[in-house]
């Protein structure tokens, strides 16, 4: 059974601290993902902080269900990232959590429309692959094989952007970490700080292959800080699976504690005026998107969407 973003996955209602992290927008650290709580959404910088009324800040203790204090997002620096963490972000906060994202310096402001605090950390998208073409001598836009996606999204990003996640996450104090499926920093985040993490699947589970290299690519990284590495790639405690089961790529969920999402479509922030509907029919305009590089099921996942 799906649930929806407004209803669940929380169980009590504690004052938490959520940070959403995310590959290609921001890194998102979430200190709450239940009432009270604080969610961050961006890469780790200093936090900038936002009037907000003031909230009970007593720590609980993480009991086992997904209800923390405060709960970091984590994502990429990129919209196509970004968007699909928002029901989420804005279910938390409507329970009372506070929630933050970590990013890139570019997301500031699409995160700041929303009303949510910012935390800048790590660079954007063409310092991260410029850093990839210089360690691999290859183009990951042209040719993005496993090798090149891997160094991107667990090797080159983790690099130049986990110190920075790192001092912002410990200043805002997150109680859960929540990363979109391509993010790893907000992982390595969570594992250093001792705070609980999940990761929510955002699209269909990448190739086998891709996942291999990537889980093997993040694996210094933490061997590098005397933690101990995850064995497979997404990691965390939860998968938040927002994919329709139709959708999903068989077997390739990993062993993730699952809870099952139901996708919603992206609106704008409160006040943004409706799209306009199609002239002489009155129907509502739909945009499929095959993502930035399409993997070979893209296509027939969108003609089953269409249809």
Not at 103 to 112: F, I, K, L, Q, Y
Not at 143 to 159: K, Q
Request: a positive charge; charged letters at 20%; aromatic letters at 4%.
């Amino acid at each position: 059974m799906w649930r929806s973003c407004q209803t669940a996955p929380t169980a009590r209602r504690a004052a938490h601290r959520c940070v959403l992290a995310s590959a290609n927008s921001s890194h998102i650290l979430v200190p709450a993902i239940n009432s009270g709580s604080r969610a961050v959404r961006g890469r780790g910088a200093a936090p900038r902080r936002r009037s907000a009324p003031q909230r009970s800040r007593s720590r609980h203790k993480h009991t086992g269900d997904l209800d923390t204090h405060a709960h970091p997002h984590v994502q990429h620096p990129l919209t196509g990232h970004f968007l699909p963490l928002l029901p989420l972000a804005r279910a938390l906060r409507t329970q009372g959590h506070d929630v933050a994202f970590v990013s890139a310096a570019a997301m500031a402001d699409p995160v700041g429309a929303e009303g949510f605090e910012f935390i800048p950390a790590s660079p954007g998208v063409d310092v991260a692959i410029a850093e990839v073409t210089r360690r691999t001598g290859a183009n990951l836009m042209t040719d993005p094989s496993p090798a090149l996606v891997a160094e991107f999204f667990a090797g080159a990003r983790v690099d130049l952007g986990v110190d920075e996640a790192l001092t912002g996450a410990r200043a805002w104090e997150p109680d859960l970490v929540v990363s979109e499926h391509c993010d790893f920093v907000g992982p390595l985040v969570a594992a250093v700080l001792k705070v609980p993490s999940a990761v929510m699947g955002i699209d269909p589970a990448l190739e086998p292959d891709i996942l291999d290299a990537l889980a093997s690519t993040a694996h210094s990284r933490y061997l590098d800080r005397g933690l101990q590495a995850p064995a497979h790639a997404p990691s965390g405690r939860w998968l938040l699976d927002a994919c329709p089961p139709g959708l999903q790529r068989d077997g390739a969920l990993p062993p993730l504690e699952r809870i099952a999402l139901r996708p919603e479509p992206h609106r704008g922030p409160e006040g943004t005026s409706r799209a306009a509907r199609v002239p002489g029919t009155g129907r509502p305009r739909v945009l499929v998107s095959l993502s930035t590089t399409p993997g070979t099921r893209r296509p027939r996942s969108v003609r089953c969407c269409v249809r």
